[in-house]
């Protein structure tokens, strides 16, 4: 009998299906449970793991089977299409029209460089041995046996930039708040991930948020900070669920707490949502919305890092600036240093959204071009038409068109042709778009996010929606207003209080110098 | 959800009181008592400032500074759909429009048989599979005009 389970075991198969949101709003949850119903019909016995995603999202919802130590997989798979997969054998890797090969091979993997990454989409999300059993911890271990100093000397050698968008050096920060001193000190971490287009932060939550704890956990000690927070969108509720899961796990481990691993420093860590309010993404005002206020932008000085949370020094940092830590000191500033081009180092990991064939996550170092990333990766529109621009880094970034898409993904690079690199989201539309109706969107979204702070923001973006409206509309006034807008968007760039109202102009006046067309005809 | 309800008051006083050691704790206090009762009812609004000390003027503040925050009854279900650039790029503005259409009310409104609240989202990051939708806290990705009529029947259905 005990021989007879033994060997039941052993021809279990083990399944592999993601449980990111992305997944689930293809019917990933409805095709992990078709795999589960139908394998216990038919009596195959299998192993059902979610995990994270892979990032090829048109191959949502993917399947990954076990075969011979390598993970074969199928997609798209519906629900409806389990009991036939199985039935042709795609348990044992058989060969179908859905079979892709195995993953790891398939070219959009096996072309990125995944550091930050690199656990997304293989291990379960919330079990820590997987974690640690995948380099997990190593980082904190190494940094625990090290001076504040010395971590914070790490980070600034590996040239880590704020991957929030604003590319400040994240050593440099640190090390700012190392110096003040004072009894309480915190880390918080912007997971507010509003910007269109991007869902990195999301990914990695969902993937791997060991990941983020760890990265969190790096800076408390680095820098003396005993409290975590992590600010996290309300529209992210499966981001919220994994990070709760895994804190608590953490800390019933030791990894976080009062002693963390027995090093007698201390760090909590809590989760705390935002309350949709795309303005939290401007750090000053995410630090009003965690006190309990409205989230209006603060004046600096002074910088968050000397009077930040509740008026103590603070170390803010993005999402994926703080997932990069564990891998910047498990493998050491040098190996992380010599990814990326200029002075962006490093990788990044892009996201390509919008009217695009494989959209999804393409983690790749600094250098990698606009046209490589949409068509090698990206396989061109998926509406089939040609790409006509792409909105790089959120609502606030600039339109690009074809005539600039050999520009490589630098900080520097993208300066100097008036664009940002932000926080690496594509946006990609096709012919059909009307980049007008656009830019009358960019100053539609600040109104509607204005804090209300700064008069050129709160103001002068429904003006701006006022005047785009009478250029849509024609007739001879259009000279003028066209004029109207520029002196607008001029007023706002200069004239604001922060990155909302002073940059929206950026894809307003992008629009109006790459695609005048679209601002003079008639509709 | 129905109005007022004077049963409520203890219940929005212990979520307070289960806050009351927390930095900062407004926000999550109005997370609570909108997930309990739906939404933020006014009398409520008085409880908190009164566990806090801090003035209604300043709770109300908070509460109408954030689109999330509801001060009156929602419908039986939250539909939310997204009107940001990577929606837009794959036909979003067509289910936007359906969305309203279908359910005969603008962002904001509720559908009068009180099922279906619909408001505007500026993503839900999921954006490369758009048009994006969610439904409470259910996220759908590629949905078209056909695609939201299917949701919402299938969602009338639910209890």
């Known amino acids: 009998m005990a021989g007879a389970q033994v060997s039941a075991l052993a021809a279990v198969a083990r399944v592999y299906v993601s449980r990111d949101a992305a997944a689930v709003a293809l019917g990933a949850d409805e095709t992990a449970a078709a795999l589960v119903d139908a394998s216990r019909s038919s009596g195959a016995g299998i192993e059902l793991v979610r995990i994270g995603s892979r990032g090829m999202v048109w191959l949502e919802p993917l399947v990954e089977v076990e075969v011979g130590g390598k993970r074969v997989g199928y997609g798209p798979v519906t629900a409806g299409q389990v009991k036939a997969l199985l039935e042709a054998g795609m348990l044992q890797g058989a060969d179908h029209a859905l079979r892709l090969g195995v993953v790891d091979e398939l070219p959009y993997i096996a072309r990125q460089e995944r550091l930050t990454f690199a656990r997304v989409g293989v291990i379960d999300p919330v079990d820590l041995d997987q974690y640690i059993a995948h380099d997990g911890y190593k980082g904190l271990k190494r940094a625990l046996g090290m001076t504040g100093a010395q971590v914070v000397q790490e980070v600034t050698d590996s040239g880590l930039r704020g991957r929030g968008g604003a590319a400040f050096p994240t050593g440099i920060k640190w090390k700012t708040v190392l110096d003040q001193q004072t009894d309480q000190k915190f880390v918080v971490c912007n997971a507010d991930e509003g910007d269109s287009g991007t869902f990195s932060d999301r990914m990695l939550m969902e993937g791997d948020p060991y990941c983020l704890i760890e990265g969190m956990t790096i800076a408390g000690v680095a820098v003396g900070a005993t409290q975590g927070y992590i600010y996290l969108r309300v529209e992210y509720p499966h981001a919220e669920i994994a990070l709760r899961a895994a804190i608590a796990t953490a800390k019933q481990r030791g990894y976080l707490g009062r002693d963390v691993l027995g090093s007698g420093k201390t760090f909590e860590l809590d989760v705390r949502m935002g309350a949709g309010a795309y303005i939290c993404g401007e750090e000053t005002s995410l630090l009003e919305s965690l006190e309990g206020k409205r989230a209006e932008v603060r004046f600096r000085p002074p910088l968050p890092a000397i009077k930040g949370l509740f008026g103590k020094p603070t170390i803010i940092n993005n999402v994926i600036s703080l997932a990069s830590l564990p891998m910047i000191l498990e493998r050491g500033a040098t190996f992380y240093k010599d990814y990326g081009m200029g002075r962006s180092r490093g990788t990044l990991p892009i996201q390509l959204a919008g009217n695009i064939r494989h959209g999804g996550l393409v983690e790749k170092a600094f250098g990698v071009t606009l046209r490589e990333l949409l068509y090698d990766f990206g396989g061109g529109s998926a509406s089939g038409r040609p790409i006509r621009t792409v909105q790089v880094g959120g609502p606030l970034g600039a339109y690009i068109p074809e005539s600039q898409f050999d520009t490589p993904l630098d900080y520097e690079a993208f300066t100097a042709i008036g664009a940002l690199v932000g926080h690496g989201g594509i946006v990609a539309f096709d012919d059909t778009v009307d980049m007008a109706r656009m830019a009358r969107y960019a100053m539609e979204f600040c109104a509607v996010e204005s804090c209300g702070k700064c008069t050129p923001c709160r103001i002068g973006s429904t003006r701006g929606v006022e005047v785009l409206d009478r250029i849509i509309a024609g007739g001879p006034e259009r000279k003028a207003n066209l004029a109207l807008l520029e002196d607008l968007c001029d007023t706002m760039q200069y004239g604001s209080l922060c990155g909302l109202g002073g940059m929206t102009p950026f894809p307003v006046q992008s629009a109006l110098k790459h695609f005048p067309e679209d601002f003079s005809r008639d509709r | ?159």
Request: net charge negative; with cysteine; hydrophobic share 40%.
């Open chain 2, 1 to 159: 959800m129905a109005e007022f309800d004077q049963q409520w008051l203890p219940i929005v006083d212990s979520i307070v009181a289960s806050h009351a050691d927390e930095p900062g704790a407004l926000l999550p206090i109005l997370h609570s008592v909108q997930k309990r009762l739906g939404y933020i009812p006014a009398e409520a609004v008085e409880r908190i400032a009164l566990g806090l000390n801090l003035s209604r003027a300043e709770v109300h503040g908070v509460i109408s500074f954030y689109h999330y925050f509801r001060q009156h009854p929602p419908g039986q279900h939250i539909v939310q759909v997204c009107r940001a650039e990577a929606c837009q790029a794959v036909q979003g503005e067509a289910t936007e429009a359906h969305a309203r259409t279908c359910l005969g009310i603008d962002f904001h409104g509720t559908s009068s048989d009180g099922k279906f609240s619909l408001e505007a989202v500026y993503c839900l990051g999921n954006c490369a599979a758009g048009p994006s939708v969610m439904i409470d806290d259910r996220l759908y990705g590629r949905v078209t005009p056909a695609r939201f009529d299917e949701l919402m029947n299938e969602w009338r259905a639910r209890k």
